[in-house]
């Protein structure tokens, strides 16, 4: 999935522990070949090229993650949205080569095909259309949370009653350490990303950061975060990072871009709305939102 995954048991003895971490690449394995863009055969691919075309036949698992993700792109408004596949790499490519940002009229031209509405489902025959020619769905939003959280069930399924799966900070931490303590896990300083600001103490619970220190250009000594607001194609501003934290990894990771993307006041506004559900904003000048309930160290 182009992210290292950091797979944590607490088990009897290191053979019953190494056995468990095989079964958790397994299925990671199993997740990124069904989700892929970088395998031609894969599902995501095969609806990707019939855009506009027919509907693609695809695994039950495939069509209820689609359907689940049009759901947060309604309950977000379109700031989460599998179709921003469409977004072309010339426009962004966020690598060494990016001197100069697209105009905003060239990426208003791009984005006109991302819109969820336009993925059409159909429950019965399990098939997914992309109702437009050259409209692309990726899973780059929610794929590592999605494959976190199916890594952790495998575990439970096979008796592991405690662990971390870390997928490059998307995390699902459950049950206890060996010596009963919770979990610590550290809230990374979006400037000093190896750092920690803050820790919390967690079981049973997902944590999911999106910030702009993993992915981002830097353009006449500005930094250009590579999360991309949906609705014009350039880069959101004003916010360093967004750390949710739910029980779901799928639900923590996919809701962590669209909170950037929605801006601090609305997205606190959401995530207060949903239970269950809290958030940490850092801003570009390092100020601290929290959502209700959040006592940080």
Same mark, same amino acid.
């Given at each position: 999935? #182009?992210? &290292?995954?950091?797979?944590?048991? +607490?088990?009897?003895?290191? !053979?019953?522990? &190494?056995?468990?971490?095989?079964?958790?690449?397994?299925?990671?394995?199993? @997740?990124?070949?069904?989700?892929?863009?970088?395998?031609?055969? =894969?599902?995501?691919?095969? *609806? &990707?090229?019939?855009?506009?075309?027919?509907?693609? /036949?695809?695994?039950?698992?495939?069509? %209820?993650?689609?359907?689940?993700?049009?759901?947060? =792109?309604?309950?977000?408004? #379109?700031?989460?949205?599998?179709?921003?596949?469409?977004? $072309?790499?010339?426009?962004?490519?966020?690598?060494?080569?990016?001197?100069?940002?697209?105009?905003?009229?060239?990426?208003?031209?791009?984005? !006109?095909?991302?819109?969820?509405?336009?993925?059409?489902?159909? /429950?019965?025959?399990?098939?997914?259309?992309?109702?437009?020619?050259?409209?692309?769905?990726?899973? #780059?939003?929610?794929?590592?949370?999605?494959?976190?959280?199916?890594?952790?069930? +495998?575990?439970? %399924?096979?008796?592991?009653?405690?662990?971390?799966?870390?997928?490059?900070?998307?995390? =699902?931490?459950?049950?206890?350490?060996?010596?009963?303590?919770?979990?610590?896990?550290?809230?990374?300083?979006?400037?000093?990303?190896?750092?920690?600001?803050?820790?919390?103490?967690?079981?049973?619970?997902?944590?999911?950061?999106?910030? %702009?220190?993993?992915?981002?250009?830097?353009?006449?000594?500005?930094?250009?975060?590579?999360? *991309? $607001?949906?609705?014009? #194609?350039?880069?959101?501003?004003? *916010?360093?990072?967004?750390?949710?934290?739910?029980?779901?990894?799928?639900?923590? $990771?996919?809701?962590?871009?669209? @909170?950037?993307?929605?801006?601090?006041?609305?997205?606190?506004?959401?995530?207060?709305?949903?239970?269950?559900?809290?958030?940490?904003?850092?801003?570009?000048?390092?100020? @601290?939102?929290?959502?209700?309930?959040?006592?940080?160290?």
């Amino acid at each position: 999935m #182009g992210n &290292n995954f950091t797979i944590t048991v +607490v088990a009897e003895n290191e !053979h019953i522990g &190494n056995k468990s971490i095989n079964l958790a690449i397994e299925e990671i394995r199993r @997740i990124e070949k069904l989700l892929t863009t970088y395998k031609n055969d =894969s599902q995501t691919n095969l *609806i &990707n090229e019939n855009a506009g075309t027919r509907p693609v /036949k695809v695994d039950l698992e495939v069509f %209820n993650l689609i359907e689940r993700c049009i759901g947060i =792109s309604k309950i977000t408004q #379109g700031a989460f949205d599998i179709s921003y596949g469409s977004i $072309d790499k010339s426009l962004w490519n966020f690598d060494k080569t990016m001197t100069q940002l697209p105009d905003a009229e060239t990426a208003l031209k791009m984005v !006109h095909l991302i819109d969820y509405r336009n993925i059409i489902l159909d /429950k019965e025959n399990s098939t997914v259309l992309l109702r437009e020619k050259g409209m692309r769905i990726g899973f #780059g939003g929610i794929g590592k949370g999605y494959a976190a959280e199916m890594a952790k069930q +495998v575990l439970l %399924n096979h008796y592991v009653e405690s662990g971390i799966i870390n997928a490059s900070g998307d995390l =699902s931490a459950w049950g206890l350490q060996p010596d009963g303590r919770k979990w610590t896990i550290g809230v990374a300083d979006p400037d000093a990303p190896n750092a920690a600001f803050s820790y919390m103490e967690i079981s049973n619970k997902a944590v999911a950061t999106s910030g %702009n220190y993993e992915k981002f250009v830097t353009i006449n000594g500005k930094k250009y975060s590579h999360t *991309i $607001d949906p609705k014009t #194609g350039l880069p959101i501003t004003g *916010i360093k990072s967004v750390t949710i934290i739910s029980s779901n990894a799928e639900f923590a $990771d996919a809701m962590a871009t669209p @909170i950037a993307v929605m801006g601090i006041k609305a997205g606190l506004f959401l995530i207060d709305q949903i239970a269950d559900l809290y958030c940490i904003i850092i801003d570009d000048n390092n100020k @601290i939102y929290t959502s209700k309930n959040i006592n940080l160290k």
